[in-house]
Nanobody, 124 residues
Framework: QVQLVESGGGLVQTGGSLRLSCAAS????????MAWFRQAPGKEREFVAR????????YYANSVKGRFTISRDNAKNTVYLQMSSLKPEDTALYYC?????????????????WGQGTRVTVSS
């Protein structure tokens, strides 16, 4: 059982930056591909970014490409999401998720473990 705890959310103005962190309890963290999803009020959960087990094979939603960067530190069992040039439409509850396969999949149903989320609010 992998436990994930997100942090780093908050209120930021348009154009600002935030870095989200997700700490995992699992010592075999490096066995899992990690991803960030987000869910805005009244909308479905959507894929944001994904990183492979070794920190390679990163993928991004078109809406965040060039503004967000996903990274991981396997020694610290932590995955990060650096968010820049934030827009009001980035406002959402951000979740990290883990799955144990090597195949890229942006479908939330493919992910076995989820954190509780951290809220990001971007003011206009």
């Amino acid at each position: 059982q992998v436990q994930l705890v997100e942090s780093g959310g908050g209120l930021v103005q348009t154009g600002g930056s935030l870095r989200l962190s997700c700490a995992a309890s699992e010592r075999t963290f490096s066995n899992y591909a990690m991803a960030w999803f987000r869910q805005a009020p009244g909308k479905e959960r959507e894929f944001v970014a994904r990183i492979g087990q070794n920190g390679d094979r990163t993928y991004y939603a078109n809406s965040v490409k060039g503004r967000f960067t996903i990274s991981r530190d396997n020694a610290k069992n932590t995955v990060y999401l650096q968010m820049s040039s934030l827009k009001p439409e980035d406002t959402a509850l951000y979740y990290c998720a883990a799955h144990g396969t090597y195949t890229y999949n942006p479908n939330p149903d493919a992910y076995s473990y989820w954190g509780q989320g951290t809220r990001v609010t971007v003011s206009s």
